[in-house]
């Protein structure tokens, strides 16, 4: 047995032996040095002849590696860099898409795998817990169920999602490395509620009103947005966080009119998990009262003698004039004109009755007023005098005048200084002063001028009188 052992040794040395040989020699024929050629033998003693050209410097012994050059490490460094980046795993590829919900809504969650060769799909929640291993549900939460299970696709189905779900969630694919890839779900949260608020109910009108609008409780931030009819107006926000919510509030500054009694203010939100979500404050305007006048009889605008004149007092304003009046401007009102309420009453019109006629009305915001001018013509009269203009207003009011008025008026005034004139004729012909002239009598006696007038006031009764006239 002893020999039978050492026997078999020797053959194992003897065996070694021939292989490391044999490897000796693939290595002598395959090492190449300048020069030499293959597997040529080399001596170290020998010198080159005299005068035969130096021998080239020597080259690295067969077998040594030869140093890399910088720039070749930094190419191979950047491509095992780019390679690292790669999926691998025999060309299976992870596919993931983020996901946008909005809370208490249905998220799905998706991995895909491109060019699946049956590896195992595992997705994790934000915690890294196992939801599905393959279509195994390890997790006790049944808001996630499977969807869909293939050896391509791993897609699960979360129902009433809150923001607690929020985050990202992983997808894993289990080959040689394993791959992971994450996507991330973003829960939105619709305004809870949206209100105006006013500083005051009730405006008069020119006065400045403050409307607030708040939006409260949305994740992300609303943008707040204010319109009055078809126009839109802007306003100052104020955002306010609290936890993971927003709440938005805008201020409108708005001078209001009597034009926008009952006019809509619109307060509209953009939100990405709303729609035309908008609330509306109507405005309520105080105003002092509207007046105007109106000739209901003659249905003509000429008004004759004997003619009947009924005017109508039309008032609007908010609230409801409780006073309205008539009155005559400048004179007391005719005994034979009945006034009912916001009705003026004339059953036969004579010349008297011309003036100006006033209808005032009041509420709790001011007074108004607006005045009709009568003009009563001839019943011949044809003419038809220019429409009566009746405005409101606080100071005077604008009358409209005939123009067969202001004929008269004109011929009045012409007939006046022409008789004026007439008169001052006759009073500078009265006051003229009388004088003689030389031809006088008195005036041959006399010695000078001054004995000569002398003479004539002294009323020497038998000279004669010379006048002279001027008119």
């Known amino acids: 047995m002893a020999s039978r052992s050492r026997s078999r ?3 194992q040395e003897e065996r070694e032996r021939r292989r490391q040989q044999q490897q ?3 290595h002598h024929h395959h090492c190449y040095q300048p020069g030499l050629g293959p597997s040529a033998p080399s001596s170290s003693s020998s010198s080159p002849p005299l005068g035969s050209p130096s021998p080239p410097a020597a080259s690295p012994p067969c077998g040594a590696l030869t140093p890399p050059s910088p720039s070749l490490v930094l190419l191979l460094l950047a491509a095992a860099a780019a390679a690292s980046l790669l999926p691998t795993g025999d060309g299976q590829n992870l596919v993931t898409e983020d996901v946008t919900v909005v809370e208490g809504e249905v998220a799905t969650i998706s991995c895909k795998v491109r060019n699946s060769d049956d590896s195992v799909i595992q997705l994790l929640n934000p915690n890294r817990q196992t939801i599905y291993f393959r279509d195994f549900r390890p997790l006790k939460d049944s808001r996630f169920q499977l969807v869909n299970f293939s050896s391509s696709e791993l897609r699960v189905s979360l129902t009433n999602v809150s923001i607690s779900d929020e985050g990202r969630y992983f997808c894993q694919l289990y080959t040689d490395p394993p791959q992971e890839y ?10 809870r509620n949206l209100r105006i608020e006013a500083q005051k109910e009730t405006t008069v009108e020119g006065e400045e009103i403050e409307l607030n609008c708040t939006s409260l409780a949305s994740r992300p931030p609303t943008v707040i947005r204010w319109f009055k009819g078809n126009k839109e107006l802007f ?3 104020e955002e306010e966080q609290w936890s993971d919510m927003f709440t938005v509030t805008s201020r409108l500054s708005l001078k209001v009119k009597r034009e926008d009694d009952g006019v809509a203010v619109v307060c509209q939100v953009d939100h990405p998990a709303v729609k035309d979500l908008q609330t509306k404050y109507y405005l309520d305007v105080m105003y ?3 007046v105007q006048v109106l000739q209901n009889s003659p249905a003509q605008p000429l008004t004759r ?11 609007k304003g908010k609230p409801e004039p409780t006073d309205v009046s008539w009155l005559r401007v400048d004179d ?6 009945i006034v009912s309420g916001s009705n003026l009453h004339i059953n036969s019109l004579n010349k008297s009755d011309n003036g100006t006629y006033r209808c005032k009305a009041s509420n709790e915001v001011g007074m108004s007023f607006s005045d009709y001018t009568l003009y009563v013509y001839d019943t011949t009269a044809t003419t038809e005098p220019a429409v009566h203009d009746s405005r409101a207003g606080e100071e005077s009011a604008i009358t409209a005048v005939d123009h067969a008025v202001i004929g008269g008026v004109v011929a009045v005034v012409v007939f006046a200084m022409l008789c004026l004139l007439i008169i001052l004729g006759r009073y500078f012909a009265r006051h003229k002063g009388t004088y003689f002239t030389h031809e006088a009598k008195g005036a041959d006696d006399a010695a000078d001028a001054d004995t000569a007038i002398i003479n ?11 006048k002279e006239y001027f008119i």
Do not use: W, Y
């Not at 994450?182 to 305004?191: A, E, H, N, R, Y």
């Open 332 to 337: 007391e009102m005719p005994q034979h004109v």
């Open 182 to 191: 994450f996507m991330t779900i973003t829960v939105l949260v619709p305004p």
């Open 235 to 237: 306003g100052k926000t």
């Open 456 to 466: 004539a006031e002294g009323g020497q009764n038998n000279s004669e009188e010379k």
């Open 24 to 26: 000796q020699q693939q």
């Open 305 to 315: 003698e004997g003619d009947l004149l009924n005017l109508l007092c039309q008032v």
């Open 9 to 11: 040794t020797r053959t």
């Open 288 to 290: 002092k009262p509207e």
